[in-house]
């Protein structure tokens, strides 16, 4: 009991005080703590309900994957079927009522079609095995394609995580502190952002899904089946972003904004306008250059979300991989969309469908409430503690003190954030904290009671009630890691607090106070204690 070396006293203390210093940022104000320059200083970040902000529930619009993925298999089944040796001929790929269909020119190449799709439509998905396409061949030589229920889920999931991605990644380039993104049933998306008081902006940006492409413009296109909608075979309608007349661009994309490298909003050298500078990696570079030196003094078509931005006429190559885009931007419309080009296009299209504020008024209130809570808690405890226990109370009090900003510190060191259930996690961790000391300090006064001497009364004392005080908390740390792993946004704050307070409250209110009391006994030697 009384076996307490020096070098364990001192790790034990500067452990402990490291831990606390780490708190210490928390309590002041962040105009202090940024003069510290290269010094350490982590703090806590408070949560959209503390410190005020905006929260936006998005939803995925799944029937546009449906409709993308179709589109993509025409484009591969296009490119594979015509790329093989020898080349299969097809007629023209039809996209309708959710399948894909054409008509082979050669019926002596179905079976080598099929074993084509079969490659191209890739294996089963997940534990099931089934496949993502059913393949039919109607009437001998016309192939169906038909996207099955569980290729269409799969394909749902990763765009929705995909998209969860390309959000946080945006969020994380506006600047703003512990952002809250995480995934809410198979398809919404739960966004909150602590000290964001203008919704909009964030709508704007995600509401981007900065899918960037440049096509050529079909200029064989006549312009009356243009305004009926109508373009010829390989090409499509589309329409331009600030209005006008329609335009017909083919379907083929010369380039796309996944070859960017890079997006900054800049200023036209002539007009001093605001426009998105892009930057194409190596083969976007390479591309580019050749498409515009084949049609030199052909208009092309830079479209974005399916809407035309321009379409400028190629007046001569463009080489060195870097281009502009300029359409009527304002300096903030420029910058957001660099920044969506930047963090690439969403899988999936975003719509909001709830949204709120939260003032940063209620979350003072809160905070104010939560201190006045703890102060409250902490000051009963204390008392309580002191009454019943005299000096073993008086080490048990310094432990929860300790063991306060044990946890503030180390909340800061993981850059944790507070929310209103963590100040309950918070509280709650005060007042289970002494539970361990007045399991400790009743063994001993049971072991005085039977007639031990003080040693033996406070050496059985701790070692019988550690052994219930750490099966205890693993039955609540099981509850907070589940908790943790299954929860979202409040919960898992919840659970990350308490997690925290339990190792940091075992660990002083056992291995501390014991420390305290067998420094006492060693240099007193006392015949009977208080207790």
Do not use: C
Not at 186 to 210: F, H, Y
Request: aromatic share 6%.
């Amino acid at each position: 009991m009384l076996d307490f070396p020096r070098w364990k006293v001192l790790s034990i203390l500067g452990f402990l005080a490291a831990l606390m210093l780490l708190a210490v940022p928390s309590f002041l104000p962040e105009a202090t703590t940024a003069k510290w320059g290269a010094i350490p200083h982590p703090r806590i970040n408070l949560g959209l309900d503390l410190a005020g902000g905006s929260y936006l529930l998005l939803e995925a619009d799944t029937k546009d994957v449906a409709a993308t993925r179709l589109e993509s298999m025409r484009e591969r089944v296009v490119t594979e079927l015509r790329r093989g040796t020898p080349k299969i001929e097809t007629g023209d790929v039809s996209v309708r009522d959710g399948k894909l269909s054409f008509l082979l020119r050669d019926v002596s190449q179905v079976d080598a079609a099929r074993q084509k799709l079969l490659e191209i439509t890739g294996g089963g998905v997940g534990l099931t095995g089934q496949r993502e396409w059913d393949i039919q061949v109607v009437d001998s030589s016309r192939f169906v394609l038909t996207p099955s229920e569980a290729g269409l889920k799969a394909a749902i999931k990763t765009a929705v995580d995909d998209a969860t991605e390309v959000v946080r990644t945006r969020i994380d380039q506006l600047g703003t502190r512990e952002p809250t993104i995480v995934r809410q049933g198979d398809t919404r998306i739960v966004v909150q952002v602590p000290g964001l008081q203008n919704p909009q902006a964030l709508k704007d940006l995600l509401g981007k899904t900065a899918k960037l492409e440049f096509k050529l413009v079909d200029q064989t296109a006549d312009p009356a089946l243009l305004a009926k909608g109508q373009a010829p075979i390989g090409s499509q309608v589309l329409a331009y972003q600030n209005g006008g007349p329609p335009i017909a661009v083919k379907r083929s994309t010369i380039i796309s904004g996944d070859q960017l490298t890079d997006a900054r909003q800049g200023f036209a050298p002539q007009t001093n306008e605001p426009q998105v500078l892009i930057t194409f990696n190596s083969e976007g570079g390479r591309r580019f250059a050749r498409v515009t030196q084949e049609n030199t003094g052909k208009p092309f078509a830079i479209i974005l979300d399916n809407k035309v931005i321009s379409a400028p006429n190629i007046n001569e190559p463009i080489l060195g991989g870097t281009a502009s885009i300029s359409g009527s931007f304002t300096v903030d419309s420029a910058n957001q969309l660099a920044i969506a080009l930047r963090s690439g296009k969403l899988p999936v299209p975003l719509k909001v469908i709830e949204e709120s504020t939260v003032g940063p008024d209620l979350g003072a209130d809160s905070i104010r409430a939560g201190i006045l809570a703890s102060v409250i808690a902490v000051t009963a405890v204390v008392i309580f503690m002191l009454l019943t226990y005299g000096r073993f109370g008086l080490y048990a009090n310094l432990a929860v003190v300790i063991n306060v900003l044990v946890i503030i510190g180390v909340l800061a060191l993981l850059n944790g954030t507070l929310t209103l259930p963590g100040i309950a996690g918070f509280v709650l961790t005060i007042g289970t904290a002494v539970d361990a000391n007045v399991l400790i300090n009743e063994r001993i006064r049971e072991e005085r009671r039977r007639g031990r001497n003080v040693v033996q009364a406070v050496e059985l004392g701790y070692k019988e009630a550690s052994r219930t005080i750490f099966e205890a908390n693993v039955t609540h740390a099981i509850s907070g890691v589940i908790m943790l792993v299954l929860g979202s946004g409040p919960v898992k704050g919840f659970a990350v607090v308490l997690l925290i307070g339990i190792a940091t409250s075992v660990f002083t209110a056992v291995t501390f106070t014991r420390m305290m009391v067998a420094l006492w006994l060693r240099k007193n030697r006392p015949t009977d204690i208080n207790i």
